[in-house]
C-alpha cells in the first residue's frame, strides 16, 4: 500500500517557467516531508524539507508548500532551468513507524531550453 | 557531500552465490538506512539501523540482512541472490529528523 504518491510521472516545462511537481500522501501521522532531486547513475539529493506545523518552506528557486486537510504537498521551482532536468522523489516520515522514510514513484521533469 | 561511500558501485553475479555491499559514513550519524530503487517503485527501504548492533526491517526485507558492528559501518547482505535481487542499491544517513542523504549508490545485476 503506496503511502506516498507522486500521480505524474513525467513534467516538461518551458526555461523560465514555472514547475510544479505534486505529491499525496494517505498518513495523517506523517511529521516531516522532503523532497530530492536524483540524476541518473546518482544517489537521491536532498532539496528541501518542511516540518507539518508549517505550511511554506523555501530556499532560493525552491518552494514547498503543504496543504495538510488535503493531505497534499507540492514543490515550486521558480524560475526553471535546464540544470533542474531530474527525476524528483517526494518522502515522509513519522516516528511511530520506527523513523522510517516512506518515497513516492518520482516525476521525471524536463525542462526544455 | 554527505561523507558517504558504497562498496562496490557495480557487481554482477550469479543466483545463488552470497553478496555482500558495504556503506561507510565519515561523520558518525546512529541511523543508516538500506533502499533499493526499482523501476515503477521509487526508494523502498529494506532494512535501518538505528545504533551499533540495532537494526530493524523496512517494507522489503525478505531475502537480505544487515549488520551493523561499527558506527561507520553498515553492511547489507544477499545470502543467496535472485535474479529478482537485480536493482541499484542506496545507503542513506539520518543527519536530524527531517532530513536524510544518501551515498551514490550499488547496481547490482544478477545473472
Known amino acids: 500500500d503506496q503511502q506516498v504518491k507522486q500521480n505524474s510521472p513525467s513534467l516538461s516545462v518551458q526555461e523560465g517557467r514555472i514547475s510544479i511537481l505534486n505529491c499525496d500522501y494517505t498518513?495523517?501521522?506523517?511529521?516531516?516531508f522532503l523532497w530530492y532531486k536524483k540524476y541518473p547513475a546518482e544517489g537521491p539529493t536532498f532539496l528541501i524539507s518542511?516540518?507539518?506545523?508549517?505550511d511554506k518552506n523555501e530556499d532560493g528557486r525552491f518552494t514547498v508548500f503543504l496543504n495538510k486537510s488535503a493531505k497534499h504537498l507540492s514543490l515550486h521551482i521558480v524560475p526553471s532551468q535546464p540544470g533542474d532536468s531530474a527525476v524528483y522523489f517526494c518522502?515522509?516520515?513519522?516516528?511511530?513507524?520506527?523513523?522510517?522514510?516512506?518515497f513516492g514513484t518520482g516525476t521525471s521533469l524536463t525542462v526544455i531550453p | 557531500d554527505a561523507g558517504i561511500t558504497q562498496s562496490p558501485r557495480h557487481k554482477v553475479t550469479e543466483t545463488g552465490t552470497p553478496v555482500t555491499l558495504r556503506c561507510h559514513q565519515t561523520?558518525?550519524?546512529?541511523?543508516m538506512y538500506w533502499y533499493r530503487q526499482d523501476p515503477g517503485h521509487g526508494l523502498r527501504l529494506i532494512h535501518y539501523?538505528?545504533?551499533?548492533?540495532?537494526?530493524d526491517k523496512g517494507e522489503v526485507s525478505d531475502g537480505y540482512s544487515v549488520s551493523r558492528s561499527k558506527t561507520e559501518d553498515f553492511l547489507l547482505t544477499l545470502e543467496s541472490a535472485t535474479s529478482s535481487q537485480t536493482s541499484v542499491y542506496f545507503c542513506?544517513?539520518?543527519?536530524?529528523?527531517?532530513?536524510?542523504?544518501f551515498g551514490p549508490g550499488t547496481r547490482l545485476t544478477v545473472l
Open positions: 542513506a544517513i539520518r543527519p536530524s529528523v527531517g532530513t536524510q542523504y
Open positions: 498518513n495523517s501521522m506523517f511529521d516531516y
Open positions: 518542511i516540518s507539518s506545523i508549517k
Open positions: 518522502a515522509a516520515r513519522t516516528e511511530y513507524t520506527g523513523n522510517q522514510f516512506y
Open positions: 561523520e558518525n550519524h546512529r541511523y
Open positions: 539501523s538505528y545504533g551499533v548492533k540495532d537494526t
